[in-house]
């Protein structure tokens, strides 16, 4: 699912607007939004992969508050005005609409903004290189995490939540469980739950059902990966 802002200063436009992401079962409309400012706000607190935005607006138009974006998601401008279009796609636009558009128009355009979509989430993890870090792509940009700072990982939807060890901040991907998985050391990383991949090494104490780690997080143990993980702590476990 692609998390949509729609923002445009004009009520009927954006009613429209609102309306067509509705009709487009892979797009999630987050908000329509009647300013550039009003986005701003959502962007700084929520996660969005994409923005429909009118160029031509009062307070400050679309071209400059996608190029004031440190880190913008993808974009699809639309205008009344066809001499923007050269300057939309120099700041990368997924498309242009001009307007009037009409619904086959904005689907045309919801289907390069989800094979985009795509492409970044395909490209959004590489190996773990020689000194123990992998290359993330989150909100656009590209990250260098260290594998050992990894506690633990949280599956959300289709989105992974990285858990670093304090003082850093948790990094949010687009991307699979089984992909991850794929990805990192299995001696030192484990699955205990449909949603948690742990860090063995991170590990504080266990306890019935529930794992607790260095951060003082605790995380259930799932039916279907506890032989697994009481196989690793048999092999650990140091007896008389």
């Known amino acids: 699912m692609i998390r949509c802002l729609a923002i445009d200063d004009e009520p009927l436009a954006l009613q429209q607007l609102a309306s067509y992401v509705g009709q487009v079962s892979e797009l999630e409309l987050v908000q329509a939004c009647r300013s550039a400012q009003e986005a701003r706000e959502i962007l700084n607190r929520e996660h969005i992969d994409a923005i429909f935005i009118d160029i031509n607006m009062p307070d400050l138009n679309g071209l400059d508050f996608v190029r004031s974006l440190a880190s ?18 120099r700041l990368d636009a997924v498309d242009y609409l001009l307007k009037p558009f009409g619904l086959d128009d904005f689907k045309r355009a919801a289907a390069r903004l989800l094979r985009r979509h795509e492409a970044v989430a395909m490209s959004a993890v590489s190996g773990v290189d020689d000194d123990d870090a992998i290359f993330l792509k989150t909100d656009y940009k ?43 050391p299995g001696g030192t990383f484990m699955r205990v739950h449909r949603s948690h991949i742990i860090n063995l090494k991170k590990i504080k104490e266990v306890s019935k059902n529930h794992i607790t780690l260095i951060n003082e997080v605790s995380l259930p143990i799932g039916d279907l990966y506890k032989e697994s993980f009481v196989s690793y702590l048999n092999k650990k476990f140091l007896t008389k």
């Open 142 to 184: 590209i990250v260098r995490i260290q594998v050992s700072d990894i506690v633990y990982i949280e599956a959300m939807s289709e989105y992974l939540r990285i858990h670093l060890d304090a003082p850093q901040r948790p990094v949010t991907v687009l991307l699979s469980m089984k992909k991850m998985e794929e990805r990192l």
């Open 72 to 89: 913008p998601p993808l974009v699809v401008f639309t205008t009344a005005y066809s001499e923007y279009a050269v300057e939309g796609f």
